[in-house]
Nanobody
Framework: QVHLVESGGGSVQAGGSLRLSCAAS????????VGWFRQVPGKEREGIAS???????RYANSVEGRFTISKDNAKNTLYLQMNSLKPEDTAMYYC??????????????????WGQGTQVTVSS
């Protein structure tokens, strides 16, 4: 019943910035967790940032200080501002959601609802 659609990906040079968006619909619970994950072919999915319904955020060490997660409840949209991008940030980025309050970063197995992904490519 939850539908998520990512957008904003693209190709940038190292040091550049991108802003990803995730439009959500059908997320009716007042307790939820939304987050951003990324995956490279052949490797396990990695959780990079999450935000709970109360606004609490968490970040993976690899993006701390460079990425910022936020949400606009009125627009039902999740954002990921990515600055100082590095080639190792290249991946398919997904947004995800679940009816939980205490968000967890990891491979994302705890999340039941997923978007289709948007590609981010960072060149040297």
């Amino acid at each position: 019943q939850v539908h998520l659609v990512e957008s904003g990906g693209g190709s940038v040079q190292a040091g550049g910035s991108l802003r990803l968006s995730c439009a959500a619909s059908g997320l009716t619970s007042r307790r939820y967790c939304v987050g951003w994950f990324r995956q490279v072919p052949g490797k396990e999915r990695e959780g990079i940032a999450s935000i709970s319904s109360d606004g609490s955020t968490r970040y993976a060490n690899s993006v701390e200080g460079r990425f910022t997660i936020s949400k606009d409840n009125a627009k039902n949209t999740l954002y990921l501002q990515m600055n100082s991008l590095k080639p190792e940030d290249t991946a398919m980025y997904y947004c995800a959601a679940d009816y939980r309050f205490n968000c967890v970063l990891g491979a994302g197995y705890e999340y039941n609802y997923w978007g289709q992904g948007t590609q981010v490519t960072v060149s040297s």
